[in-house]
């Protein structure tokens, strides 16, 4: 990670952070992108002050993807060159409310999936050109299989999951590698207070199965690792079976 130039996109979530620390921590450049520009500056200051590293930082908009091909040439500009990107972006939502408002599961559906797409359209455009980089995606155990608790989130992440696959195959000619992640529960903003919740990790635990990841050169990262077992386990529970647990 010495010397790499690195967009992180989605900037001011705690997975996202936590990455951002361990890059940092190994060498790594960066510039932090997020809607929240006034707490992306807050990250990037705080990173800098840890680790007396320079950290830039703009805004982000998903749903505005016009932009996403102006923000890249800046910030590549800015950095230098661009090595790699990690996308964080991610949005729960209220999957009772998108069940009945069609808005509220299109904001989920942007922010997980179309938003994410469009920024790594032009990404992997430039790192193909250039013929090396990587890219860190954040994909979910909710896209392996539809549930009713959170099937809204969970198809964007599922979608997302194809796309990062279709990815890493056009991309492994040209010397770039797709990561995609799957976290299970994880200590966030985002899971705060919701019922349900078990063998939590931390994104510090996240991060550091992401680096190791990265490293190996793996295409898909479970974390925590028996997350791979228990939803290979619930990919195969029968469809009769399925329909009826409440999950």
Do not use: C
Request: proline fraction near 3%; aromatic fraction near 10%.
């Amino acid at each position: 990670m010495k010397g790499k130039a690195v967009l992180v996109v989605g900037a001011t979530s705690s997975i996202a952070r936590a990455l951002a620390s361990k890059m940092v921590q190994q060498g790594a450049t960066l510039h932090l992108t997020a809607r929240d520009v006034f707490e992306a500056e807050r990250v990037a200051r705080d990173i800098a002050l840890r680790y007396s590293s320079p950290v830039s930082w703009s805004a982000f908009e998903a749903e505005d993807y016009q932009s996403h091909i102006d923000l890249l040439q800046k910030v590549t500009y800015k950095l230098g060159r661009l090595d790699g990107v990690v996308v964080a972006l991610g949005e729960l939502g209220d999957q009772h409310k998108a069940q009945t408002d069609f808005d509220h599961a299109q904001g989920i559906i942007h922010s997980n999936y179309t938003g994410v797409v469009s920024i790594l359209t032009h990404v992997a455009n430039h790192l193909e050109q250039q013929k090396h980089g990587f890219i860190i995606g954040l994909a979910s155990v909710a896209g392996d299989r539809g549930r009713q608790s959170n099937y809204v989130y969970g198809s964007a992440k599922g979608a997302l999951h194809l796309f990062l696959q279709g990815l890493r195959n056009r991309l492994s000619k040209s010397n770039v590698r797709v990561l995609t992640v799957k976290p299970g529960f994880v200590d966030t903003k985002m899971t705060f207070g919701k019922p349900g919740m078990f063998l939590v990790a931390s994104p510090e635990q996240v991060a550091i199965a992401v680096m190791k990841a990265l490293q190996k050169q793996k295409n898909i990262v479970y974390v925590p690792w028996f997350w791979f077992w228990i939803m290979l386990i619930i990919r195969f529970i029968p469809e009769p079976l399925f329909k009826r647990l409440k999950l």
